[in-house]
Structure formats: C-alpha cells, structure tokens
C-alpha cells in the first residue's frame, strides 16, 4: 500500500516539485550498511543492510539529480557563510560494519562519491585482530561476516586517508545516551572523540548519536567535546543557515527503498506526510490508536537499530 502511494506520488511528479522546494537544504542520508545477500538476512530484521544493486540504483539516482558532497564541505559552507549549489546531498554510514569495504565504498568510489562514516570505537577490532592492511587490496570481496563485524582501525585508517572518506564517532559503546549517568555519557563521548580524532585529519571529527536519541544538554556536551557538529535521524533537510549543527537531520534509507520509495525520502515528502500525520494526530486525538514512538518509527524510517 505505502509502496504503491510512494510510486503514484513520484509518477505525478510530487517528489520533483518537493525537491524543488528544498533545492536550498542539504539532503542527508543515514545508511547502515551495503550486502551483496540478495534477501533480507535473519540477524537483519529490519532490513539496515542494503542489497548492492539497489544501492547502486540509488547512488545513479543522487548522481543524476544531486551532487554529494562531504560532511566537512556542509560544515565548511556554514562557517564561512558560503551558499552551497542547490541540490546538495551528504551520505552517512553508521555503526562502521565491514560490508562499508567491501560493498559500499568500491561503488562509491566508482562513482567519485565522498561519504562519513560513523564508529562504535568499543567494536573496532585492533589490528592484530583484523590481520594485514587488506584495505588496500583491489580484490578484496564481500562476505557474509561482513555484515555481522567492524571495521578495525587500519581498514578506517585505510579509508580515511587513501580513499577520502570521513570518520566520525558514534559513540564507545553505541549505548543510548538519555539511559546513561552524566559521567557515562562523558565518557562515551570523550573517549570515542579521541580515538576518531587521530582519523580525522585537520579538522574536528562529527558524532552520530546512538539510536537517534538527543537533547540540547547532550548537544551542548558534544560541542563542548570538541565535536565539529552530530547527525540524528530526525528528517534529512539541512539548512547550513539555520539548522543547529549539533541536530542535523537524516533520512533512514533501508532495503525495501525502491526507486519511487528513495526519491520520496530524498525529496522530503516523507517528511511532509510525517509532519500531515502528526498534525491530524493532534487535531483528533482520538483517532490516535499508536503510541508516538511506534509512529515516528514508522514514518522515519525502516530500522529502529539507528
Ligand atoms: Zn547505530
């Protein structure tokens, strides 16, 4: 049903004109990870890991109608007061699984395409543990244990330094803030600052907060870290003007996003019949049957995993 809404509404051109609307605002987009599996997998209920092909068909899909561009490039826009192009786009990854290598980046890479990549510091392996520099390797293949592990440091490293790609921190332990004592969550973000840093090259590395979950008091300990900026998964339509770069939205993209299904979420129509939803929800309250979490889930995205 919602499938055939998204293709009726790219048919009749809405997502065009929407984005038209938002050609000022900066697209973001918040991946997970990239498989060459060709169903969805049991460890992957809700569907984070996106088939190659159809990544493939969503990158042709940003290349033919956005330019992408780096995270430090929206930042350096906003610093300097500089106008970016319309029709800008930046690509997120969070939890810095494997299948980034393996499958996300070569076609990146292919397509001259800059992304973030956002770490669990706790889960990148050391480098005994992740063997030689196989980043380096052409013929480096895809696995199924790479959508089950990390990254390790000299993969990032490799990442970061030859291929361009900027890392940032989504915390030690990946665990939700909000549930954590003020000490904990220093530390989480302090400690993760420090190890992504050294990746970082010159400028500040970004955070992504676990699961999405923010406040203005974890904004303000963030800035005060020393983080350049931190993503959520509220929305994706950034204004380097206006929006507080310590709340960047993102849209959640997962493996069921076809190309009418991607090009509503880019184009910020999802958002719009998000915000419709909420706006009813309020004017008849009692038509509300779902609790709000349940809702924002649905209408954010595929994954509650973040
Ligand atoms: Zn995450």
């Known amino acids: 049903m919602k499938k055939l809404l998204f293709a009726l509404l790219h048919a009749a051109g809405v997502t065009r004109l929407a984005a038209w609307r938002n050609r000022r605002r900066v697209v973001f987009l918040c991946y997970h990870g990239v498989t060459e ?12 890991h996106v088939p190659a092909p159809l990544f493939e068909r ?11 561009i780096p995270l ?5 826009a906003r610093r300097e007061g500089r ?3 319309p029709y800008c786009a930046v690509l997120t990854f969070d939890d810095g699984f494997r299948n980034f290598l393996t499958a996300a980046a070569p076609r990146l890479a ?6 973030s990549l956002f770490v669990i510091t706790d889960k990148t392996a050391d480098e005994d543990d ?5 980043a380096a390797h052409d013929a480096l293949r895809w696995s199924p244990a790479d959508d089950l592990t990390h990254l390790s440091w000299s993969e990032l490293r490799a990442l970061a330094r030859e291929h361009g790609f900027e890392i940032g921190s989504h915390t030690c332990s990946h665990s939700r803030l ?10 989480e973000l302090r400690d993760s600052f420090a ?3 050294l990746l970082a090259g010159e400028g500040a590395p970004a955070l992504s907060y676990p699961k999405g979950d923010y406040s203005s008091v974890l904004a303000r300990l963030a800035r005060s870290v020393g983080y350049a900026c931190a993503v959520t998964v509220d929305g994706g339509a950034n204004d380097p003007a206006h929006t507080d770069p310590f709340a960047l939205g993102r849209h959640l993209i997962g493996d069921r996003d076809d190309r009418a299904a991607f090009a509503v979420r880019v184009s910020g129509v999802r958002d719009s019949l998000a915000r419709l939803r909420a706006a009813c929800r309020r004017l008849f309250p009692a038509a509300a049957r779902q609790p709000r979490a349940e809702v924002r889930l649905r209408a954010g995205g595929t994954t509650e995993h973040y």
Do not use: F
């Not at 969503?58 to 992408?68: E, F, I, K, N, P």
């Open 58 to 68: 969503q990158l042709d899909y940003l290349v033919s109608r956005y330019r992408v």
């Open 37 to 48: 599996r060709t169903t969805r997998a049991a460890h992957d209920p809700h569907g984070i």
């Open 83 to 85: 106008r970016l192009p």
């Open 195 to 197: 190890a992504v840093a």
């Open 178 to 187: 909000p549930s954590l004592t003020p000490a904990e969550t220093e530390r």
């Open 130 to 134: 992740a063997g030689n520099d196989s």
């Open 72 to 76: 430090s490039e929206y930042l350096a």
């Open 110 to 115: 292919a397509r001259r395409l800059p992304a």
